[in-house]
Nanobody, 116 residues
Framework: QVELQESGPGLVKPSQTLSLTCTVS?????????WSWIRQRPGKGLEWIGM???????YYAPSLKSRTAISRDTTKNQFTLQLSSVTPEDTAVYYC?????????WGQGTQVTVSS
């Protein structure tokens, strides 16, 4: 059974960096998949942020690329999201997901609010 769990602060101040971690169980971040971050802002649809390949290469949505970094810790079987210079527009539920041509396993999501 593959499970993913997001963790991180629920409140971030404007201009700071949002940092989230996804812990994977039942699979390894080094297996032949991609591991994605996705968000859903209030009243909006799902938005793909980026993903990291099993071999470590990362890919980002063009609209967020300049502010995004995705990395992984193979010893902890985790991958992380850092989104810098956040604004209230970055308020969203953030999800991590395994990507196998589609998002086949998801975390439950974590609410992040950007506010002073």
């Amino acid at each position: 059974q593959v499970e993913l769990q997001e963790s991180g602060p629920g409140l971030v101040k404007p201009s700071q960096t949002l940092s989230l971690t996804c812990t994977v169980s039942g699979d390894s971040v080094t297996t032949n998949y991609y591991w994605s971050w996705i968000r859903q802002r209030p009243g909006k649809g799902l938005e793909w942020i980026g993903m990291i390949r099993y071999s470590g290469e990362a890919y980002y949505a063009p609209s967020l690329k300049s502010r995004t970094a995705i990395s992984r810790d193979t010893t902890k079987n985790q991958f992380t999201l850092q989104l810098s210079s956040v604004t209230p527009e970055d308020t969203a539920v953030y999800y991590c997901a395994r990507t196998n041509g589609y998002w086949d396993y998801w975390g439950q999501g974590t609410q992040v609010t950007v506010s002073s």
